[in-house]
């Protein structure tokens, strides 16, 4: 990508891939806010001086989306935009497809999976009562240009009042896409085209069914190196040296996880599943990590299965997982929690803070259970 300008624009959880992209000439961008803001109700006392939820979210969305802007401008704003720059975009950083209009570049949408939302079933009624000429001009749009199918595919939220202040207020553009900011009639004299929609799985596990949008692309998975899999890079520089005499189904680890090390390579009757809920506990969808951890504790018991838990630095959980280790046993330490991991329930479950390559890990285990997210 030497000939290219490349920024990887992207929030303080994927701090740790700065000098994987920096070695790949990729410039990392940091927003300061993290990936989401944990669920939870606004149920304060009364005349309690903290601001509710709905107000905080307010508050964090404006300076996220601030911070956005500052980043693009600060790509965009300095040299003239030429012909081939784009913004890539996946579906939960709309961000971008507003920017990309403020810069007059092209957006393209890139997702490992399908678009996770569907319209609200009202939609379509309400748009077409509420804008009957921009429903028509999407509806007749020709071939290749944006149309009403691109809309119910995934471009519906860009719809919603929220976008809308936010284009009219800070980016001066129409608070409605495709319309004219001055007459807010649908620009009749140009028509966008189609963004290009790439889809990161293969056609043999979803299929490509004929009305998608007619610029979607399925193209295969996309898998990151399997250096950027490792959070040890003890263990990284261990697989590097021992990749030439194991196969991808061993476990080659440092010094510090030999722990871990040993339950992947132990041979048993019993199944191993590996547990990786990763975003769900910052999402606040976690509400009792205690009563998770004792639904492991039982199905290990009853069905004979051995866990591998990876607590992706969820506090809550871990300070679960410890106060389970001080029940067993009181020869444990955060420290070590905190290098190899822990191992509870009679040996049954793993809990590991950090990360090791899937690639590695799958051929070990029956059963994934993963939520689907980061």
Same mark, same amino acid.
């Given at each position: 990508?030497?000939?290219?300008?490349?920024?990887?624009?992207?929030?303080?959880?994927?701090?740790?891939?700065?000098?994987?992209?920096?070695?790949?000439?990729?410039?990392?961008?940091?927003?300061?806010?993290?990936?989401?803001?944990?669920?939870?109700?606004?149920?304060?006392?009364?005349?309690?001086?903290?601001?509710?939820?709905?107000?905080?979210? &307010?508050?964090?969305?404006?300076?996220?989306?601030?911070?956005?802007?500052?980043?693009?401008?600060?790509?965009?704003?300095?040299?003239?935009?030429?012909?081939?720059?784009?913004?890539?975009?996946?579906?939960?950083?709309?961000?971008?497809?507003?920017?990309?209009?403020?810069?007059?570049? &092209?957006?393209?949408?890139?997702?490992?999976?399908?678009?996770?939302?569907?319209?609200?079933?009202?939609?379509?009624?309400?748009?077409? %009562? *509420?804008?009957?000429?921009?429903?028509?001009?999407?509806?007749?749009?020709?071939?290749?240009?944006?149309?009403? %199918?691109?809309?119910?595919?995934?471009?519906?939220?860009?719809?919603?009042?929220?976008?809308?202040?936010? &284009?009219?207020?800070?980016?001066?553009?129409?608070?409605?896409?495709?319309?004219?900011?001055?007459?807010?009639?649908?620009?009749?004299?140009?028509?966008?085209?189609?963004?290009?929609?790439?889809?990161?799985?293969?056609?043999?596990?979803?299929?490509?069914?004929?009305?998608?949008?007619?610029?979607? &692309?399925?193209?295969?998975?996309?898998?990151?190196?399997? *250096?950027?899999?490792?959070?040890?890079?003890?263990?990284?520089?261990?697989?590097? @040296?021992? +990749?030439?005499?194991?196969?991808?189904?061993?476990?080659?680890?440092?010094?510090?996880?030999?722990?871990?090390?040993?339950?992947?390579?132990?041979?048993?009757?019993?199944?191993?599943?590996?547990?990786?809920?990763?975003?769900?506990?910052?999402?606040?969808?976690?509400?009792?990590?205690?009563?998770?951890?004792?639904?492991?504790?039982?199905?290990?018991?009853?069905?004979?299965?051995?866990?591998?838990?990876?607590?992706?630095?969820?506090?809550? @959980?871990?300070?679960?997982?410890?106060?389970?280790?001080?029940?067993?046993?009181? +020869?444990?330490?955060?420290?070590?929690?905190?290098?190899?991991?822990?191992?509870?329930?009679?040996?049954?479950?793993?809990?590991?803070?950090?990360?090791?390559?899937?690639?590695?890990?799958?051929?070990?285990?029956?059963?994934?259970?993963?939520?689907?997210?980061?």
């Amino acid at each position: 990508m030497k000939d290219y300008g490349v920024f990887f624009v992207t929030h303080s959880a994927h701090q740790s891939l700065s000098a994987h992209l920096a070695k790949s000439g990729v410039t990392y961008v940091l927003i300061s806010s993290p990936p989401v803001l944990a669920v939870r109700e606004d149920s304060g006392p009364a005349g309690s001086s903290e601001p509710s939820f709905s107000l905080q979210k &307010r508050n964090f969305t404006d300076a996220h989306r601030q911070e956005c802007l500052s980043a693009v401008e600060s790509i965009f704003g300095v040299e003239e935009v030429i012909a081939g720059d784009f913004i890539l975009i996946n579906f939960f950083a709309l961000e971008g497809w507003n920017l990309a209009e403020l810069f007059q570049v &092209r957006c393209v949408v890139a997702a490992p999976y399908v678009v996770p939302y569907s319209a609200p079933s009202s939609f379509e009624r309400h748009f077409r %009562k *509420e804008f009957p000429l921009l429903y028509d001009y999407l509806q007749e749009a020709p071939s290749g240009k944006v149309c009403w %199918k691109d809309v119910m595919h995934w471009m519906w939220p860009l719809f919603s009042e929220s976008w809308g202040y936010w &284009r009219s207020d800070v980016l001066h553009l129409s608070s409605i896409p495709f319309t004219d900011p001055v007459t807010s009639l649908p620009k009749w004299h140009e028509r966008d085209p189609s963004p290009l929609l790439l889809y990161g799985f293969s056609e043999d596990i979803v299929e490509h069914p004929d009305y998608w949008p007619s610029n979607v &692309r399925v193209c295969g998975f996309w898998f990151i190196p399997i *250096e950027w899999q490792f959070s040890c890079q003890q263990c990284l520089q261990v697989a590097a @040296l021992d +990749s030439e005499a194991h196969s991808k189904t061993e476990y080659p680890t440092c010094s510090v996880h030999v722990q871990l090390h040993s339950f992947l390579r132990t041979e048993t009757s019993m199944p191993l599943v590996f547990v990786g809920l990763s975003s769900i506990g910052s999402m606040g969808f976690m509400q009792n990590p205690r009563a998770f951890l004792a639904v492991l504790q039982i199905v290990a018991r009853i069905k004979n299965y051995r866990f591998i838990l990876f607590t992706a630095g969820h506090e809550p @959980l871990q300070a679960a997982v410890l106060a389970a280790a001080t029940e067993e046993s009181s +020869s444990f330490s955060q420290r070590q929690f905190g290098e190899d991991g822990i191992i509870l329930f009679n040996g049954r479950v793993f809990c590991f803070t950090g990360s090791i390559p899937y690639l590695w890990l799958f051929p070990k285990c029956a059963v994934a259970v993963h939520h689907g997210g980061r």
